[in-house]
């Protein structure tokens, strides 16, 4: 039996709108679109889509990427050094955020980063050295995305650093993401001046055997709990990582006071991550990537996967399409800034830290941080209906993040190529801005959405890989 | 360059809440840099380093310090600026989570409720994907656009076809579906007569008439003019049949198209020789006595549809052929006065017109001909019996469609009458939603200033025509024909009775002389 004739259905109308005033009048149930040509308006495109709309293949895959997504139990088990640990680390190798870039394209803040790694590593012995090696070709550049790593702003990662692991307990897969080191003068945005070249070193000496002693001594630290505590303490783990730096600082002060360090070295260790209301941010990243590295690779899903940014292009992938990158300009930012900058001091968008929004937290979690929508003007009613229009992009919630401002269901999370392209909704993004020169630093801090371009160019590849 | 800086002793403010207030007072006139903090030994180095030195201030981390730079008449503003907005207590606007957000996409549409079909009206470049998306979703397609290419036509239909759904369109302009009017539709009673036709305004005529004959519509599907090519196949026409077929609540059935192909008709009405219902056939221009068999009742007109299925429906025998209007014209002919002119807004009224006008005389020109009637080259000039569908793409090409602008009709009927030898100036006017709001206000004066250019010739003009309407329409049937009769056009029940009176007219004036 046709549904034609189904009594009490709406009809949704996509178009003229006089004819949804005649439903309306007649007394039936109407939806009218608040349409516009998808895709840009690219007829072809549109097509590609629509042909994946609801596509039987696309949805099963997907619902086997969610629902590994969904499973994963990243667990915080350790320390160690990037070159032994990452998976395919050269020997002379560097890592960057976002997706491919040679270093003559790359922004300010990234090459200064890259300057500041190759003194780390001692391959040069001034910054002149630095910057011919660079240029020279000599120093292998990836992304983090490429060695299972993510690391925020420059997201520069050496051989010599040391980095989080993170295992997903689910499928024994690791994540990594190198360590935070707080504001100022610090290499993600750029600086490589004798302090950020002193940190790094006592990072690499001092810290780093520090938390490994404490993370054995703790054990495997499970962080979805962890994460999920401080979503209802106002963070959103990607701009706001107060709460849960305290809950990660309060996990690990016993052990370290159980283990056999010196007071002096734990005391300075701990002092460090108490100045710095970020350190959580990296472990953050490093936990979204072990979800969703948990749901790539299934033929045929519109899944999001990365959505990560080289300071000049903004790049995602999909769990579908392997290892390709779809790449648009990346877009500046809308917020604040520090005093005495502005918009002209900005660096574009920055960072694989938009791995967050991709698994369902920053700018997804707004709706309980409403701080961070203050960055441009807004009010608690706007954090909340920026989370909820993250709704009709995403596969589903993620009850393991609730958010009490929006009665406690879970967070809009999974994000949907095709839903992003027919509606036209980018994914919102709340992020740090770099200043555009090397080594400035931090100068302000906004929301931005993903480029709708990248989506496109994703779409048109899915559709040529799932075929009619 | 001058500076001011003002202490405000224990106030403190988040850092997000600063660099709100400092980006404020920044954009205030004449001021170059303004910067709110809390004074901690940090916050004012930056400050120093951002060249907004306070100098030595007493203040302490809990203490709001501004800082304002710019020109000295804007410094003591931009202060007291700074106050109130720190005292006012932001009154919250109204919560935009209350609302859900404006569907974007049809999918995001479904997230609201269930629904059963989309009504797609987006220039006809978008239409196929938005059509597509709607039928993977599993809802059934009214595709109003046109300019749709065949190509996808055949493949939405296919589509459809393998998921029991059924595509209205492309370029369909009328449905009724459980009593709702989509599009250009009439507002008719609901009843046990079920239509499917290729075209919309035979639709519209026929929905019309059924009501105005005391029955009712269960469901009036729309096809698309394109649809019983050999190409299409008549998917839709099928489709829709074999709904009506099971449908409780439908005891009638009409099918309305322009001849189809061969092949498709005997398609088409096999699928009705088996549905189990009495099943009324209008193929405009067909032999209608060879289509009747069984339960097959051919017709010739939309009338004669209409009347047949409201027969059937009232369980008695179908009557086939309309009666001829009999009706008294007022009208003084001279004798060069002879020809019939149609100008008509609906294309179906117009092919139905042409069809019959030529079964009385030889010299049919239309834009759109058929039979035997003859292609007019300059359609914006009438020779002989000349029939215009003036919602042909070549007048409505940068314009509206004429049953809503009536211009380009009304400009017509006066140029026409400057023709010496036109006798019948024949219009339809149609109703219903879609439509012009108040077709009399625009035809009255048309029908006066042609009947004045006529009589400065010492002519007469009939104006003859048919109002496609009911009661329940928003335009006011009634009004529509007390004010088109008032201004003396000669109103019949049909366009078929329309096209008849025009042709008694012009062979009575003949017989006179």
């Known amino acids: 039996m046709s549904t034609l004739f189904l009594p009490g259905q709406a009809i949704i109308n996509v178009g003229l709108r006089s004819f949804a005033e005649t439903i309306d009048r007649a007394g039936a149930q109407v939806v009218q679109l608040e349409w516009q040509p998808p895709a840009g308006g690219d007829r072809a495109l549109g097509m590609q889509l629509a042909a994946l709309v609801n596509h039987p293949r696309v949805e099963q895959a997907n619902q086997r990427a969610y629902a590994a997504y969904l499973e994963a139990q990243p667990m915080l088990t350790g320390v160690a050094r990037a070159g032994e640990v990452l998976p395919a680390f050269g020997p002379r190798m560097l890592l960057h955020a976002g997706p491919p870039i040679a270093f003559e394209q790359m922004c300010g803040p990234m090459q200064g980063a890259i300057f500041g790694a190759i003194l780390h590593e001692g391959w040069a012995s001034d910054v002149n050295g630095a910057r011919q090696l660079a240029a020279s070709g000599k120093v292998a550049l990836a992304p983090c995305h490429h060695h299972g790593a993510v690391g925020p702003m420059a997201g520069v990662i050496s051989p010599s650093m040391p980095v989080w692991i993170v295992e997903n307990a689910a499928n024994g897969k690791r994540a990594f993401s190198n360590f935070n080191e707080g504001l100022g003068k610090v290499l993600r945005f750029g600086a490589h001046n004798r302090e950020v070249l002193e940190r790094l070193r006592w990072m690499a000496d001092a810290l780093a055997p520090v938390m490994s002693a404490v993370l054995a001594k703790h054990g495997p630290l499970e962080l979805k709990p962890l994460i999920a505590q401080a979503l209802h303490m106002g963070d959103e783990c990607h701009n706001r990582n107060a709460a849960a730096s305290s809950l990660l600082l309060k996990k690990l002060v016993p052990a370290a006071l159980m283990s056999n360090l010196p007071q002096s070295q734990l005391g300075e260790a701990l002092s460090f991550i108490a100045g710095n209301d970020h350190f959580f941010l990296n472990l953050s990243m490093a936990a979204c990537k072990a979800m969703l590295d948990a749901a790539h690779g299934l033929a045929g899903s519109s899944l999001v996967t990365a959505m990560a940014r080289n300071g000049v292009r903004f790049g995602i992938r999909l769990s579908g399409t392997g290892d390709e990158w779809f790449e648009a300009p990346a877009l500046p930012v809308d917020g604040l800034y520090f005093p005495g900058y502005g918009p002209q001091d900005a660096a574009a968008d920055l960072g694989d830290s938009a791995i967050t929004e991709t698994a369902g937290l920053g700018g997804f979690a707004m709706a309980g941080s409403p701080a961070i929508v203050q960055f441009v003007g807004g009010t608690p009613a706007q954090a909340i209906a920026n989370t909820l229009s993250m709704t009709h992009i995403t596969l589903g919630r993620n009850h393991a993040f609730t958010l009490p401002a929006i009665n406690f269901s879970g967070t809009p999370a999974g994000i949907d190529a095709r839903k992003v392209l027919d509606t036209g909704i980018g994914p919102i993004i709340n992020t740090g801005m770099a200043h555009r020169q090397a080594g400035v630093g931090q100068i302000g801090a906004g929301i931005t959405r993903a480029p709708l371009e990248c989506f496109a160019r994703a779409i048109a590849a899915l559709a040529a890989r799932v075929g009619p | ?513």
């Open chain 2, 1 to 513: 360059m001058a500076m001011q800086y003002q202490i405000i002793p224990k106030a403190y403010r988040d850092s997000v809440a600063l660099m709100q207030l400092s980006s404020a007072l920044t954009q205030m006139p004449g001021i170059a840099q303004a910067s709110a903090v809390m004074a901690t030994p940090n916050n004012v180095e930056l400050l120093r380093e951002a060249g907004l030195d306070p100098g030595t201030v007493s203040a302490g981390p809990n203490d709001l310090l501004i800082v304002v730079q710019g020109e000295e008449a804007a410094l003591a503003p931009a202060l007291a600026e700074a106050q109130r907005r720190l005292s006012s207590q932001s009154a919250a606007p109204a919560s935009p989570a209350d609302e859900p957000m404006i569907a974007r996409s049809i999918v995001m549409a479904l997230e609201q409720g269930p629904a059963n079909l989309a009504l797609i009206s987006t220039p006809g470049e978008y239409a196929a994907a938005e059509a597509l998306k709607a039928l993977n979703v599993g809802l059934n397609v009214m595709l109003f656009s046109d300019n749709v290419s065949a190509a996808d036509e055949v493949m939405l239909k296919r589509h459809a076809q393998a998921r029991g759904l059924i595509v209205m369109g492309p370029d369909c302009g009328t449905a009724i579906i459980n009593g709702v009017p989509l599009a250009f539709a009439n507002v008719v009673q609901r009843g046990a007569i079920g239509c499917v036709a290729a075209s919309g305004t035979g639709l519209q005529e026929v929905t019309a008439l059924i009501d105005r004959l005391g029955q009712g519509i269960s469901q009036a599907i729309g096809t698309g003019g394109h649809d019983l090519s050999v190409e299409v196949g008549g998917i839709s026409m099928l489709q829709g049949l074999a709904d009506l077929a099971v449908a409780a609540d439908t005891e009638v059935i009409v099918l309305i198209s322009k001849p189809p192909a061969p092949a498709i008709a005997e398609r088409i009405l096999s699928a009705a020789r088996a549905c189990g219902k009495p099943v009324v056939v209008n193929f405009l221009g067909a032999d209608h006595r060879a289509l009747s068999g069984g339960n097959i009742h051919g017709v010739r007109t939309l009338e004669d549809a209409a009347r047949a299925a409201v027969a059937l429906a009232q369980g008695k025998a179908p009557q086939v052929e309309s009666r001829p209007a009999a009706q008294s014209v007022p009208v003084t002919l001279n004798k060069t006065q002879r020809y019939v002119r149609g100008l008509y807004s609906g294309g179906t009224f117009c092919f139905e017109a042409t069809l019959l006008l030529q079964e009385a005389f030889d010299d049919v020109w239309a834009n759109t001909p058929t039979g035997r009637a003859h292609r007019l080259e300059d359609v914006w000039s009438s020779r002989g019996h000349t029939l215009v569908d003036l919602g042909d793409d070549v007048f409505t090409r940068g314009r509206p469609h004429p049953m809503i602008d009536h211009r380009l009709r009304n400009e017509r009927m006066v140029r026409e009458a400057e023709d010496p030898e036109l006798a019948v100036i024949l219009l339809d006017v149609v109703l219903g939603f879609g439509s012009h709001p108040d077709p009399a206000a625009e035809i009255v004066p048309a029908i006066e200033a042609a009947r004045s250019r006529a009589a400065r010739d010492g002519r007469e003009i009939a104006f003859v025509g048919h109002i496609c309407g009911t009661h329940g329409d928003p335009q006011n049937l009634q009004q529509q024909t007390a004010r088109l009769s008032l201004a003396g056009m000669l109103l019949t029940e049909s366009n078929a009775q329309a096209v008849r009176l025009a042709h008694r007219i012009v062979a009575a004036a003949k017989a006179h002389r």
